[in-house]
């Protein structure tokens, strides 16, 4: 059948036409993503998916695939020129955060170590001791050991200091604050007889913070209401001593008693005291008392016997 050269001429232009955009389009499908993304401008911009951009990460959705025939890999995403500067902004604001800001949060540059706490009280327990000297009991020597201990126990809250090891069983109870230790009762033995004295009060003991030359007075009467003390404390001055090895700054402190009723005669104390470790690291007690049986008999007591801590650390 003929066909009018006017019919043949509109197919022809019909099939150029279709030829030419099969060419376009494969073109478009073989042509990698960057190559149609990333054109800075001119006409063959493909128009920008309708998606939801997460502001940490881009992703091409299913209207990029089904133009360009490409699955973007998910270690690469792809954005549009007009997002891609924000999302990279957006990324690097929500995910740093200066270092400073972490030391701050933890502590760990800017909080200071907290200061060591001060000790108010020995620690209870057996310190290792020498002890030299002598003392006697109506004029019959009594033994002094070499070595022994100083042992503080606690009772309630208070502590009650002893040195089993030396004559005359002395026992001393004191309460321990910030500034001073306080003598709650102590115990004096005088051959076979025993005196517990409590003054009415918890007497100034030995202060930690009162300069040399401070001295105080007290008084008390045994539980059996039949001998009495006088008490006069004082301060004196300091000074360094090697103890266990170790450098120990040391304060004087004295306590003088006056004994009078069914014993009568003196004891006096002194004790070297570390004021950071709350121990009396040497001390001499120096007694000199007669007891009264009653019946015309006495008991003569003396006693000068010096104790020195080998440990400073209780057992």
């Not at 040399?212 to 008084?219: I, L, N, R």
Request: glycine share 8%; with cysteine; proline share 7%.
């Amino acid at each position: 059948m003929s066909i009018p050269r006017r019919v043949r001429s509109i197919l022809l232009a019909c099939v150029a036409s279709n030829a030419a955009f099969a060419v376009v389009g494969l073109v478009t499908v073989n042509a990698p993503v960057t190559d149609v993304t990333h054109v800075a401008g001119g006409a063959h911009h493909r128009p920008k998916p309708t998606t939801t951009t997460n502001p940490l990460t881009t992703d091409t959705t299913a209207a990029d695939r089904s133009v360009t025939g490409v699955t973007p890999s998910p270690q690469a995403p792809h954005a549009s020129p007009s997002t891609s500067s924000h999302a990279s902004s957006s990324t690097r604001t929500s995910t740093t955060r200066p270092a400073a800001a972490v030391d701050d949060m933890t502590g760990i540059v800017s909080s200071a170590a907290p200061p060591p706490v001060a000790r108010v009280a020995p620690g209870a327990g057996s310190y290792a001791a020498t002890f030299a000297g002598s003392a006697s009991v109506n004029g019959r020597a009594q033994a002094v050991p070499s070595t022994g201990s100083v042992v503080f126990t606690a009772t309630g809250s208070d502590l009650r200091q002893s040195s089993p090891n030396t004559p005359g069983d002395v026992k001393i109870t004191q309460r321990f604050s910030q500034n001073e230790a306080r003598l709650v009762s102590f115990q004096l033995k005088a051959g076979d007889t025993t005196k517990v004295f409590t003054p009415s009060s918890p007497a100034l003991f030995i202060p930690y913070s009162s300069p040399s030359g401070s001295s105080w007075t007290w008084s008390a009467t045994s539980s059996d209401g039949a001998t009495h003390v006088s008490v006069t404390g004082g301060v004196g001055d300091s000074k360094t001593m090697t103890i266990a090895g170790q450098s120990v700054s040391v304060t004087e402190i004295t306590a003088s008693l006056s004994i009078s009723g069914d014993i009568s005669g003196s004891a006096d104390l002194t004790m070297w005291v570390s004021n950071t470790l709350r121990l009396p690291v040497v001390q001499r007690q120096v007694i000199n008392a007669k007891a009264s049986s009653g019946y015309g008999f006495s008991s003569k007591l003396t006693s000068d016997v010096t104790q020195t801590l080998t440990s400073l650390t209780p057992q």
